[in-house]
């Protein structure tokens, strides 16, 4: 998940309508910050060759703890920062996901047994929040799509795929238009400055900095 929030979110997609609510349980410990225990730092080994299409930032560092408290070495991941992984989650809540974190599989277990518990209840028993409980949203996906609306999604995704590399500071939003603009990589690579900055946010800095992405001399 912290390698990849693309390939998490979209294996939620894949369960999001199977049951009426939906949980994410993230087990064991992540930091952005190495931990140390009294004498030395626990050994980390560099992990997160995968890139997401999601603005890279910083270093996280994520922890196994076995049962007992025993932390184990873990591993580094570059792919996202720490202040995305907790806007994703929030997103996830907004959305009716909830998120738990757990130290380890039995943690996870006790976690699982007091929320089945506790949804056995009558809701006239529950008095927090009135028992307030979120719908479910519509995820759209490819099966949902026409062949032209798969064609620009897909082309909208390689462009934040590009942005993430190169910096290029396109997001949902601009890749979308671009895509609605342009048929692919190559009609963009193909255009001149003018011709980007013609789309809706995109200004002469960022259309240079995405046609010098694509190899072109400006």
Known sequence: MVGNIDEAEKQLAEYYHNADKNYQII???????????????????????????????????CYKVEPGGFIKSGHSFSAVNDSLLAAWTHR???????????????????????????????????????????????????????????????FAKSLMFLSSIYQLGVGEKKAKLIAGKFMNMLD?????????????GIGRKMAEKILLSLGREI
Not at 93 to 118: D, Q
Not at 188 to 200: C, K, Y
């Open 27 to 61: 087990e064991g410990i992540i930091s952005p910050d190495k931990l140390k225990m009294k004498d030395a730092t626990v050994p980390i080994d560099a992990h997160g060759s995968s890139v997401s299409t999601r603005d890279l930032g910083a270093k996280l560092y």
């Open 188 to 200: 963009i690579a193909t255009a001149g400055v003018s011709e980007l900055m013609s789309v809706e």
């Open 92 to 154: 996830l809540a907004e959305a009716g996901v909830i998120t738990y974190c757990t130290i380890n599989w039995v943690h996870t277990a006790k976690l699982l047994s007091a929320i089945y518990r506790n949804e056995q209840k009558p809701p006239e028993e529950h008095k927090t929040l009135q028992r307030v409980i979120r719908p479910q949203i519509h995820i759209k996906t490819e099966k949902d799509m026409t062949e032209a609306e798969k064609q620009e999604f897909r």
